[in-house]
């Protein structure tokens, strides 16, 4: 007697939930929201199926409902689906290049502004190692240029909506991977052996970590330069113009902003800015 086989479930046609469903996908994310505060309604679709496809196909479950029935009873799961979703990867000194044009084309003008305090804003900063980067790369040009005084104007701030990626930036403790691509002079000099690497105070002094929603809170205002890398790809075009004009607003005149190699400004910011360095996305905002 041969056993009719079980119906094959839609998830198994669409093993990475890319597309149906819509209906249920937009529960999920409206329950992630009020259990969490997770808003992820701005995030690309795409994206946010792909991610929680990874989680659903961990743990076994073929629909966007079944899996939110397990969020409910595994608290547990919530947290890796939120670490999932928010794509927390990030190095020191993360593509080189960008921070080799940034020490010759933003640190000298930087420090030849006006005001009283030069503030830096890592926008989705993670665990802390683009803020930290900055820190040690201002430390590394004042000294060299004999201005280690002037580095008492300096203020830098990392914000994230990732608790526990906050808690490492405060920390200051990392893992080899977080220094894959820092020159080993500045790893001897910045960091105490390890792993886990601890980043030295001298370069955690002026630099302050706190939790910000991009899509919801207005930015910190009169900054003087603020990096935005690899945060704004995730977002829907209507959100990534929202943020250029807002980062605009948040800068001072002659203030720069740094985005991600992939990403660029696209919609009205597009004639605000100039470009500063078309290939490391660096822009400014007019004097
Ligand atoms: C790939 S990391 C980028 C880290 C760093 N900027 C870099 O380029 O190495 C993206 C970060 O954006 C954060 N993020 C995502 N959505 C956010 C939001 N709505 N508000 C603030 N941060 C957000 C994530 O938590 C994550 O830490």
């Known amino acids: 007697m041969s056993a009719t086989p079980p119906p094959v479930p839609p998830f198994a046609l669409h093993p ?4 149906g469903d819509d209906e249920a996908l937009e529960r999920l994310k409206q329950k ?5 505060g997770f808003n992820c309604q701005f995030y ?40 999932t979703l928010t794509i927390n990867v990030t190095k ?6 960008t921070w080799t044009a940034v020490e010759e084309q933003v640190v000298p003008a930087l420090f030849a502004m006006k005001t009283p305090q030069l503030k830096v804003w890592s926008a989705g900063s993670s665990s802390g190692e683009e803020a930290h980067t900055v820190s040690i790369l201002l430390r590394e040009w004042t000294e060299r240029n004999g201005r280690a005084a002037e580095m008492a104007r300096v203020q830098i701030l990392g914000t994230d909506i990732d ?20 020159p080993e002079p500045i790893r001897e000099r910045w960091f105490s052996p390890g792993p886990p690497y601890r980043i030295r105070p001298e370069a955690q002094r002026g ?19 603020i990096f935005c890398r690899n945060v704004v790809i995730y977002f829907d075009r209507e959100i990534q113009e929202r943020l250029f004009k807002g ?23 597009r004639t605000l800015f100039r470009s500063l360095n078309n290939r490391e996305r660096i822009f400014q905002r007019p004097a």
Not at 92 to 97: A, D
């Open 247 to 269: 980062f605009f607003e948040a800068l001072v005149p002659g203030g720069f902003l740094v985005l991600g190699k992939v990403e660029t400004l696209i919609g009205p910011a």
């Open 32 to 36: 992630i929201e009020r259990d969490r």
């Open 92 to 97: 020191f000194f993360r593509n080189l290049e």
């Open 207 to 225: 630099v302050a970590f706190q939790r910000r929603d991009l899509i919801s809170e207005a930015p910190p205002p009169e900054q003087n330069l």
């Open 16 to 19: 990475f939930s890319l597309e």
């Open 44 to 83: 690309k679709d795409k994206c946010l199926r792909r991610r929680i496809a990874v989680r659903m196909r961990a743990r076994g479950r073929h629909s966007f409902t079944e899996y939110g029935e397990l969020l409910d009873r595994e608290p547990g799961e919530y947290d890796i689906l939120l670490d």
């Open 163 to 182: 608790r526990k990626s906050l808690e490492t930036a405060k920390r200051g403790e990392y893992p080899d991977l977080s220094l894959q691509e820092t």
